[in-house]
């Protein structure tokens, strides 16, 4: 049972517009939320985290939000630029330093 | 400062066939692990090493071997290789403390088994 789920295999916005994609969890032990970008035929790339203390987090164009309540959590970008095209991944963390990823969500911004 | 460099980059063996996928990292941190990454599975953790000298298994540890070598380098074994264990292999590197600190990956391995 997948215990970090992203519904959304992908995602299409135009350029300028917002971005949002979603994430589920259903391990109430998690307290630690990260989001990571892929190209590819490299690596993921830490992009924005946000501890369970917090309901949001900003960082330039991106901001996560965290409803605990829902176990969900979500990745707004604003706007959005071509370049954002990418895998996203949203983590899971309540141990030491290992993470639960979901199954990434595919953004393409389009012009 | 290379970061999290993986060797190799592409691989195919056939079945039954060994090989050790290596991985070093030069940012002196202290965790290291070994992911796969499967079309809508996500990256899966196959084996984690907290410290030097000691490895732990992941979520799907089985048909694999770890090795943390020292500080540096962690590697990951396939003793007998199998069609199911096709897929892009990731290492990551982080601090270890505290927990929250972000992990960072290696551009990967593409492993095709026969």
């Known amino acids: 049972d997948q215990q970090v789920k992203q519904n959304s295999p992908s995602l299409s916005v135009q350029e300028g517009r917002i971005s949002i994609l979603n994430c589920d969890y259903t391990?109430?032990?998690?307290?630690?939320f990260l989001w990571y970008k892929k190209y590819p035929a490299e690596g993921p790339t830490f992009l924005i985290s946000?501890?369970?203390?917090?309901d949001k987090n900003e960082d330039g164009r991106f901001t996560v939000f965290l409803n605990k309540s829902a176990k969900h959590l979500s990745l707004h970008i604003v706007p959005s630029q071509p370049g954002d095209s990418a895998v996203y991944f949203c983590?899971?963390?309540?141990?030491?330093?290992?993470?639960?990823f979901g199954a990434g969500t595919r953004l393409a911004v389009h012009p | 400062n290379a970061g999290v460099t993986q060797t190799p980059k592409f691989q195919v063996l056939k079945t039954g066939q060994s090989m050790t996928l290596q991985c070093a990292q030069d940012?002196?941190?202290?965790?290291m692990y070994w992911y796969r990454q499967d079309p809508g599975m996500g990256l899966r953790l196959i084996y984690y090493?907290?410290?030097?000298?000691?490895?732990d298994k992941g979520e799907v540890p089985n048909g694999y071997n770890v090795s943390r070598l020292n500080k540096r380098e962690f590697s990951l074994r396939l003793e007998s290789a199998a069609p199911s264990q096709t897929s892009v292999y990731f290492c990551?590197?982080?601090?270890?403390?505290?927990?929250?600190?972000?992990?960072?990956f290696g551009p990967g391995t593409r492993l095709l088994v026969l």
């Open positions: 990551a590197s982080s601090v270890g403390r505290p927990k929250e600190e972000t992990q960072y």
């Open positions: 391990n109430s032990m998690f307290d630690y």
């Open positions: 946000i501890s369970s203390i917090k």
């Open positions: 983590a899971a963390g309540g141990g030491y330093n290992k993470l639960i």
């Open positions: 940012m002196n941190h202290n965790s």
């Open positions: 090493s907290a410290s030097e000298g000691t490895t």
